[in-house]
Nanobody
Framework: QVQLVESGGGLVQAGGSLRLSCAASGRTFSSYDMGWFRQAPGKEREFVAAISWSGGSTYYAGSMKGRFTISRDNAKSTVYLRMNSLKPEDTAVYYC???????????????WGQGTQVTVSS
């Protein structure tokens, strides 16, 4: 199993941008489709975006499409999430995980990292 460490969150004003990073350990990172998820206070964790193992295909939840961009660097075992035009409703803890397929939206691993907090002020 791959160990995942998220970083890059912070406090930003509405309309601002952030880039999140997810560093993975383990030699098999490049074989996994990867995804970002988020959990807002009092809500279930939800799917945000996914990217294929090669980086050639991406998939986004509807409300994030056009504002967020997922990418990866297999040489660095890292997956990124660039978030633009942030809204207060994007406030959440953001997590990464492998996904069962780029369009499945289901996390592959039962264990999660600590996540990174994103707070968007109005």
């Amino acid at each position: 199993q791959v160990q995942l460490v998220e970083s890059g969150g912070g406090l930003v004003q509405a309309g601002g941008s952030l880039r999140l990073s997810c560093a993975a350990s383990g030699r098999t990172f490049s074989s996994y489709d990867m995804g970002w998820f988020r959990q807002a206070p009092g809500k279930e964790r939800e799917f945000v975006a996914a990217i294929s193992w090669s980086g050639g295909s991406t998939y986004y939840a509807g409300s994030m499409k056009g504002r967020f961009t997922i990418s990866r660097d297999n040489a660095k075992s890292t997956v990124y999430l660039r978030m633009n035009s942030l809204k207060p409703e994007d406030t959440a803890v953001y997590y990464c995980n492998a996904v069962r397929g780029i369009y499945s939206t289901d996390a592959r691993f039962a264990s999660w990292g600590q996540g990174t907090q994103v707070t968007v002020s109005s």
